[in-house]
């Protein structure tokens, strides 16, 4: 046997429970991973809490639970060509990451994903890229960023938040990153100018930016995406992840499956040439994924949560 978090019924943490299940084996043309770390995103506590975001992604119950994890292969099956028992993997599978063992097609299916973890990377680290890490890309390259732009980026401390203002500096952009008072030093620190969200968000801006804004990304609601408008940023210059199929004014909705080819190794490159950082707020061992997953739903998390197994 082994151990797998299953959600039999919609709701909050409360529905998570770490079960025993009968162990998997690859097939042909599969791996199979011994998984080490989890890093937890928005998305796997919404499918949980919401039956609309789960149909979405062709999630039923009963289900696992996350999708972005890190690991070692232990198993390759006849035909799985690329992969060797002892290959340190991280990748992406919605709703079932959160297990001991993952079997993984390979090549990998859309929207799986798996690759090498490069030297000099830990597994808890690799296990907060995909998600995070290919959406930031995809929000930025849909607006079209590049050096000598001041972006607004909303939600800057959270998950995917710390992945765009990085992203954002190393194009050479100016990054004003909306946030909690208390996070301020932290997104000094990553580069970015702090400003508080919630009511006359615009009116700090433009004191912070007397210069204007050029672009915008709303990786939380549509708060953001609103004041770019207000402040005259065009709609196909403003991008959010969040805010659902139409978003406010013409907007640019987009997410992870929209990234470019190589995004995710261009974000590996940087953090070996230490031109990037990813911050992790906290670690649980999986027996505590409630207490992992209440912490991130309050959204006062800087950083990314993994789960250690």
């Known amino acids: 046997m082994s151990r797998a978090v299953i959600y039999e019924t919609f709701g909050g943490p409360e529905v998570l429970e770490l079960r025993d299940v009968p162990e998997p ?16 995103n928005p998305m796997d506590w919404l499918l949980a809490a919401r039956p609309e975001a789960a149909a979405r992604f062709g999630v039923t119950l009963p289900s696992g639970f996350g999708s972005d994890f890190a690991g070692v292969v232990d198993e390759v099956g006849d035909g799985a060509a690329g992969f060797a028992v002892g290959d340190r993997v991280h990748g992406g599978t919605v709703g079932r990451a959160a297990a001991d063992f993952l079997v993984v097609t390979v090549p990998a299916r859309t929207p799986e994903m798996l690759s090498r973890t490069p030297e000099g990377i830990g597994d808890e680290v690799a296990s907060t890229l995909p998600v995070a890490g290919l959406s930031a890309s995809a929000a930025l390259a849909a ?9 607004l980026i ?6 995917v938040g710390v992945f765009a203002v990085q992203l954002a500096r190393l194009a050479g952009a100016t990054v004003i990153g909306t946030a909690s008072e208390g996070t301020f030093g932290f997104l000094r620190g990553l580069g970015a100018e702090p400003v508080a969200y919630g009511p006359g968000l615009a009116d700090r801006v433009r004191a912070l930016a007397p210069g204007g804004l050029t672009a915008a990304t709303d990786l939380f609601g549509t708060e953001t995406a609103e004041a770019a408008l207000a402040l005259g940023v065009p709609p196909e210059r403003i991008s959010t992840i969040a805010a659902g199929p139409n ?12 990234a470019r080819p190589g995004a995710l190794e261009r974000i590996t ?12 707020a906290a670690t649980f061992p999986i027996e505590k994924i409630r207490d992992a997953v ?14 250690t197994l």
């Open 25 to 40: 084996h690859a097939g042909p043309g599969e791996v199979r991973v011994r998984v080490t770390a989890v890093g937890l």
């Open 247 to 258: 978003p406010p004014g013409g907007t640019r909705p987009t997410g992870g499956f929209d």
């Open 143 to 151: 607006i079209g960023l590049r050096s000598g732009d001041t972006v």
């Open 294 to 307: 209440a912490l991130q739903a309050g959204r006062h998390v800087h950083g990314k949560i993994v789960i």
């Open 269 to 280: 490159d940087a953090i070996l040439a230490g031109e990037m950082t990813v911050p992790i």
């Open 154 to 159: 909303g939600g800057a401390a959270g998950g």
